[in-house]
């Protein structure tokens, strides 16, 4: 008899997800390639937030952190600790923190990561066709070089400075967006529930 494990088809079917998240961003990364500066060691988006990652993202994120070595694995489960030790204590609302996979600023589960890791960087557009510079332009960073930061706008005159083609765009690519209902039936997942990563541990 052959058996099906459907907790197998969910997650094959979550990496061909991943594999169409991969294209449609890539194409955004391309045509935005003036304005981003990410560079590896960066890691400045994986540092002091929240990281909302569903149940299926958090899965898929646990099995690649099994792929690594012991060492890697150790440091990872210390900064889990050293984390959730500092959430006992704290008495903030929104508790933010350094992702625990971030090792000497570098994801150690880059192939892995979830929806909004992938996002990193890109200016959004809102709902009410509002953009949104990355958190980073304000460091000087992605977009910083075409965005009148005072007025959160772009500069015309830096643009046409730039000399470039490639208008400044923001996408679509909220979370609430990237993990609705239309995603889970075309791709037949379910993403589940959703939490800040750290607390996936508690
Ligand atoms: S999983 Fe990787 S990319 Fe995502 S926040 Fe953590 S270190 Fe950054
Ligand atoms: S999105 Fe911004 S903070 Fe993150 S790697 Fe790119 S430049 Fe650095």
Request: proline share 3%; with cysteine.
């Amino acid at each position: 008899m052959i058996v099906i494990d459907e907790q197998n088809i969910i997650i094959r079917n979550y990496i061909a997800y991943l594999e169409f998240l991969n294209q449609k961003l890539s194409k955004f990364f391309e045509s935005q390639k003036p304005y981003i500066f990410c560079k590896k060691g960066c890691g400045q988006c994986c540092k002091h937030s929240q990281f909302p990652y569903s149940a299926i993202e958090f899965r898929y994120l646990l099995s690649g952190a099994l792929t690594l070595d012991n060492k890697t694995q150790k440091k990872i489960e210390l900064n889990i600790k050293n984390i959730l030790e500092k959430k006992k204590k704290s008495r903030a609302k929104k508790f933010l923190y350094d992702c625990p996979f971030l090792i000497d600023n570098v994801c150690s589960v880059y192939n892995y990561r979830g929806v909004i890791c992938r996002t990193f960087g890109l200016m959004t557009s809102t709902e009410n066709q509002k953009i949104k510079a990355p958190f980073c332009a304000f460091k000087g960073l992605n977009y910083s070089n075409v965005l009148n930061l005072r007025k959160k706008n772009i500069s015309v005159r830096k643009f046409k400075k730039l000399n470039t083609t490639s208008e400044p765009l923001g996408f679509n690519v909220s979370y609430k967006y990237l993990t609705c209902t239309d995603y889970e039936e075309a791709f037949n997942i379910k993403f589940g529930e959703s939490k800040p990563l750290i607390e996936w541990f508690l």
